[in-house]
Structure formats: C-alpha cells, structure tokens
C-alpha cells in the first residue's frame, strides 16, 4: 500500500526557517503533480503550495507566496517545502499529496498521511 510520509517539522521562532520533506513508499512521484497542504488546530486543511512533475509550474496560496519554496528531485523520489520567514499564523500540521493538476481540482490522489508538526513560537 502506498504511503506518504512528511518529515521537517519542529519548533522553530518566528523569523526562522524550516525545510520539509514528502517521501512516498510504493509509488513513484515523478509524474504526479505534488501539493503540500497545512491544518491548524480547529481549521479546516487548506492548500499551501504544488508542483508539476517535471517542476516547471509551480503554485503557491497567497499567504506563502515569497516566503515558501516548493521543489522536487524526481531522482530522490522527494519532495520539498522549503518555508522561511516563518510567522506564528503558519502552525499547523503540514501533510503532502499527489494529484492530476496543480489546483487538485480531482482532489487528492492518496490517503492523507500522519503529517508533521510545525510550530512557530512569537
């Protein structure tokens, strides 16, 4: 069965950085787009950033946008979110997806996984 397991989350000040990581077992992510998605406590999960297969087209929500860099190495079969400038209102757990296009408009492909925890102390 596939799996998808996030990884990079921590404890970080605001102002800091942090870079995750979206592996899957069992499946080859090198032609799925990949999003990363974000859930704070009592909020519903909301998009944060997708990337084409090849890496060329690249989305952001507009909370993130100059702060979050999303990249990918096909040949790692990994996926990264690269977030700096971190503020306080980007905690939350951070979970990766696959999916047909970059606006998910199918949804997502696989089961979400466990997700990491990323806190950012004021």
């Known amino acids: 069965q596939v799996q998808l397991v996030e990884s990079g989350g921590g404890l970080v000040q605001a102002g800091g950085s942090l870079r995750?990581?979206?592996?899957?077992s069992g499946r080859t992510f090198s032609r799925y787009v990949t999003g990363w998605f974000r859930q704070a406590p009592e909020k519903e999960r909301e998009f944060v950033a997708a990337i084409s297969w090849i890496g060329a087209i690249t989305r952001y929500a507009d909370s993130v946008k100059?702060?979050?860099?999303?990249?990918?190495?096909?040949a790692k079969n990994t996926v990264y979110l690269?977030?700096?400038s971190l503020k306080p209102e980007d905690t939350a757990v951070y979970y990766c997806n696959t999916?047909?296009?970059?606006?998910?408009?199918?949804?997502p492909s696989l089961p979400w996984g466990q997700g990491t925890q990323v806190t950012v102390s004021s």
């Open 20 to 24: 995750l990581s979206c592996a899957a």
């Open 99 to 107: 999916a047909t296009n970059t606006y998910f408009t199918s949804g």
């Open 66 to 74: 100059g702060r979050f860099t999303i990249s990918r190495d096909n």
């Open 82 to 84: 690269q977030m700096n």
